[in-house]
């Protein structure tokens, strides 16, 4: 929906979907003159760094008009798209790409991004076609980050768990059909490096009907090694200890033995080539290059052994980062790195232009993360308006947008549009116990809009 466009003119109404709760920040307040007093400021992207910028402008500027830009015909970005359904208190990520694996096979049926899936399930009308085809007995998600375990959670966790979530009615459909069985979640490094998070890691031990599967051999010599390390990476890897050396016991060695699914975590293993099938239609497994670990603490990294393995699966889905992609030629863009090139926010060669998120940062931090990231770029926006070094005089601002909108035949969606979306979601989502049963063709909402 490059076309359409997402508009809220001010924060004169709060709306009833909202943020996460912004927390606390440094009190300050500018004391602006006569001509600052109603600048014209546009915030490209309602997710949350979008959001929290414009909450920062609005409450240290009452007077400041601030628009909010769309590409979607809904707001709240990874707030809405995010990572789980079960997990609505939890979204951790908020970039519009993936990194490719760039090896042989990836282009098979069968391979697709974690963060396509996620798409898929949550409701993302970008991906809705994906289609993933879950009746293989394997998955293998290549990463090992909170992504990666929400996938793998999402695969396993009986369907009727999921039937009050606000996941899709259509990937809840494909779910309660899926043959997955077992998914291995593989990572270059070790137990020490893994990037999910304790609260994750727990939950996932504890799914229903799936037992966990970790290689006592992966952890030797471990115990030592984790006596220096900060008390979170601590806690997680004495977790991860336990449970793969330890003997669980009789409540938990009875569930295990009655779970008909498994996941496990695969280390020391670095994908090289996603296998053909024998007729080269599809996915049929990944060879992985094992691996050992030189270096220490942060210059750590995976190099490889000489030796291979192959490990047979149907369904390939990579989770090994994300990337932001370039706004516009117009904009500075480090393709390397996947942000815009700023210093604390104000994008460099460009006076006026401002970044926030991981298209300032790159793809690190929870939402909490880009709250105060986002609280930053609005405080040096409103130090150089203070300053005189943003453009004076009279801004025409959305008006300007809106006639070019208007000579182009496009009808943006307005806040007030959404709230009639809103509504519809709700409703429709009653009659199952459902807090939402979500809209994802862009179509079906303009036609409920009268577009």
Not at 308 to 317: I, S
Not at 345 to 357: A, E, I, K, T
């Amino acid at each position: 929906m490059a076309s359409r466009c997402w508009r809220w003119w001010g924060w004169s109404a709060r709306p009833r979907t909202r943020l996460p709760p912004a927390g606390s920040t440094p009190s300050f307040r500018h004391h602006f003159s006569t001509q600052e007093k109603t600048p014209q400021i546009c915030v490209v992207g309602s997710g949350p760094a979008g959001f929290y910028t414009a909450q920062h402008l609005l409450k240290q500027h009452p007077q400041a008009h601030v628009d909010i830009y769309e590409k979607q015909p809904v707001p709240f970005g990874l707030v809405r798209f995010g990572v789980a359904p079960d997990h609505p208190e939890v979204k951790s990520y908020g970039a519009e790409d993936h990194r490719a694996l760039e090896i042989p096979g990836e282009e098979l049926p069968g391979v697709c991004s974690a963060r396509a899936f996620v798409g898929w399930y949550n409701g993302l009308p970008e991906n809705q076609e994906l289609e993933p085809d879950l009746s293989c007995d394997t998955a293998v998600i290549l990463g090992q980050g909170n992504v990666a375990l929400d996938v793998a959670r999402i695969l396993l966790t009986p369907p009727e768990h999921l039937e009050r979530t606000d996941i899709t009615k259509a990937a809840l459909g494909v779910l309660r059909q899926s043959r997955v069985k077992t998914v291995w979640l593989v990572g270059r490094r070790g137990p020490l490096q893994v990037a999910f998070t304790i609260k994750e890691l727990r939950e996932m031990i504890q799914l229903p009907g799936a037992r966990p599967i970790l290689d006592p051999v992966d952890f030797l010599g471990l115990q030592d090694k984790i006596k220096e390390v900060p008390r979170p990476r601590k806690r997680l890897t004495e977790l991860l200890l336990r449970t793969a050396t330890e003997k669980p016991g009789p409540e938990e060695a009875a569930r295990q033995a009655s779970a008909s699914r498994a996941w496990g975590l695969r280390f020391f293993r670095s994908p090289q080539q996603v296998l053909p099938s024998p007729d080269g239609r599809r996915a049929a497994g990944v060879r992985l290059a094992v691996t050992r670990l030189e270096g220490v603490d942060e210059a750590t990294r995976a190099v490889p052994t000489g030796d291979m393995e192959d490990l047979p699966c149907g369904l390939v889905l990579s989770s090994i980062g994300y990337k932001s992609r370039p706004v516009d030629p117009s904009v500075p863009f480090d393709s390397k790195l996947g942000v815009i090139p700023n210093v604390e926010g104000r994008v460099m060669d460009v006076p006026g232009l401002y970044c926030s998120g991981w298209v300032k940062r790159g793809p690190t931090g929870v939402i909490a993360t880009t709250m105060t990231d986002s609280f930053l770029t609005g405080q040096m926006l409103l130090q150089d308006l203070k300053a005189g070094l943003l453009p004076s005089g009279p801004r025409p601002g959305y008006a300007a947008i809106q006639a070019l909108l208007s000579s182009r035949g496009v009808r943006p969606v307005s806040f007030s549009d959404w709230e009639k979306l809103d509504a519809e979601e709700v409703v429709r989502g009653q009659g199952t116990g459902k807090p939402r049963e979500k809209l994802v063709d862009p179509q079906e909402m303009l036609r409920l809009l009268g577009h």
